[in-house]
């Protein structure tokens, strides 16, 4: 079965970095979509970047392009966000999630059929 295991929250000031570790196992197929999403409270979940594993589009949000990138290792089962410039707006509950596809399928959570628990990330200003 397929697992994601996301690590790397914490709480830092406005203006420093993080880096969040998404985790994915237990794919029949070597290449799929991962994603990273957030949520703050009180808010729907939103996208924050959508891949897929073998290359192609990468889905960013607006909010957080030229802030935020990210890095696959370990035979593209590890993906990590590293989130730079951070504003007390990032502030969430960050999950990685992933999806059996042939390409990337954006930001669309539906998309997603696999969902780690979710790592707090708080910014303080």
């Known amino acids: 079965q397929v697992r994601v295991v996301e690590s790397g929250g914490g709480s830092v000031q406005a203006g420093r970095s993080l880096r969040l570790s998404c985790a994915v196992s237990g794919f029949t197929y070597s290449n799929y979509c991962m994603g990273w999403f957030r949520q703050a409270p009180g808010k729907e979940r939103e996208g924050v970047v959508g891949i897929y594993t073998n290359g192609g589009n990468r889905y960013w949000a607006d909010s957080v392009k030229g802030r935020f990138t990210i890095s696959q290792e370990g035979a593209e089962n590890t993906l990590y966000l590293q989130m730079n410039r951070l504003k007390p707006e990032d502030t969430a509950m960050y999950y990685c999630?992933?999806?059996?596809?042939?390409?990337?399928?954006?930001?669309?959570?539906?998309?997603?059929?696999?969902w780690g628990q979710g790592t707090q990330v708080t910014v303080s200003s």
């Open positions: 999630a992933a999806a059996d596809c042939v390409e990337a399928v954006g930001l669309d959570r539906v998309e997603y059929d696999y």
